[in-house]
C-alpha cells in the first residue's frame, strides 16, 4: 500500500488506499519528523511513501534558510532587491516589498556576459571563476545560488562557476529554470539554493 504524508506543526497526517478502502492515521509530530513518518508508516503497514511537509514554507516564512550567496552577471547584483516595477496602485510610492532571500552584501557580480541569441560577448574566463569562488567562500556560505543572463541558452558560465565552487551546494538557473525573465529565474534559484541544505538533511534524516 502507498500512503501520502503530510507533515505540519502539530500533526502528521497519513492516507491511503487498501483496494477500494481509504485508510488514514494521524500521529503527533515529533522535532526530529523522520520519526513521525516511521511511526505512521509502521501503523498502516504501508510499501510505499508520497510526501508533503512545510519545512521550507516554514523556512522562508521565519527567514530560517542557508546563508546563500547569489551570483549573477556583473552590473545585475541588485536584481533580485529590484524585482519587476509593477505594483498594484500605480501612484503608491509606498509599496512595501518582501525582502529577497539573500542579502544585498552577499551578491556578486560575474565578468561575463551572454547576449539574448546565447552568443558570448564576455566570456567567463577561468580566473574570472576562481575570483567569484574565492569571494564565495570569504562570505561564509552555505549554499550559493547562480543566475547570469540569458544562461539558458548557453549554461557554459553557469557549469563553469558550479565546478570551481567544488563542494558547496549550488543552483544553477539553467537547471532550475531554464526560461527568459531573469528576475523570475533569479529568484526561483535563489529560493532554491537558500532551502537546499536544509532540505537535504531532513531528507537524509
Known amino acids: 500500500m502507498d500512503v501520502g504524508v503530510d507533515v505540519g506543526g502539530t500533526f502528521t497526517d497519513f492516507v491511503g488506499f487498501r483496494g477500494r478502502e481509504v ?3 494521524k500521529v503527533p ?21 508520497a510526501h508533503g511537509t512545510t519545512i521550507a514554507t516554514n523556512a522562508i516564512l521565519e527567514r530560517k534558510g542557508a ?16 524585482g519587476r516595477q509593477d505594483r498594484p496602485n500605480l501612484y503608491d510610492f509606498h509599496v512595501t516589498r518582501a ?23 564576455r566570456p567567463l574566463t577561468e580566473r574570472e571563476a576562481r575570483r567569484i569562488a574565492t569571494e564565495v567562500r570569504s562570505r561564509d556560505a552555505e549554499s550559493v ?14 557549469r563553469m562557476i558550479r565546478k570551481a565552487l567544488g563542494d ?3 543552483s544553477v538557473s539553467h537547471e ?3 526560461e527568459f525573465r531573469e ?17 537535504a538533511r531532513y531528507l537524509a534524516d
Open 67 to 82: 546563508r546563500t550567496v547569489f551570483v549573477t552577471t556583473a552590473g545585475f547584483e541588485d536584481l533580485l532587491v529590484i
Open 183 to 199: 528576475y523570475e529565474r533569479a529568484s526561483t534559484t535563489a529560493l532554491d539554493a537558500y532551502l537546499k541544505p536544509l532540505v
Open 176 to 178: 532550475v529554470l531554464p
Open 23 to 25: 485508510v488514514t492515521a
Open 145 to 158: 545560488a547562480v543566475c547570469l543572463l540569458f544562461s539558458f541558452l548557453r549554461p557554459s558560465h553557469e
Open 99 to 121: 525582502s529577497p532571500a539573500v542579502d544585498s552584501g552577499m551578491c556578486l557580480g560575474a565578468r561575463e556576459r551572454v547576449d539574448a541569441r546565447g552568443r558570448p560577448l
Open 168 to 170: 558547496l551546494p549550488v
Open 29 to 49: 509530530s515529533t522535532s526530529d519528523p523522520s520519526r513521525a513518518v516511521v511511526q505512521g508508516m509502521r501503523e498502516l503497514g504501508a510499501d510505499g511513501v
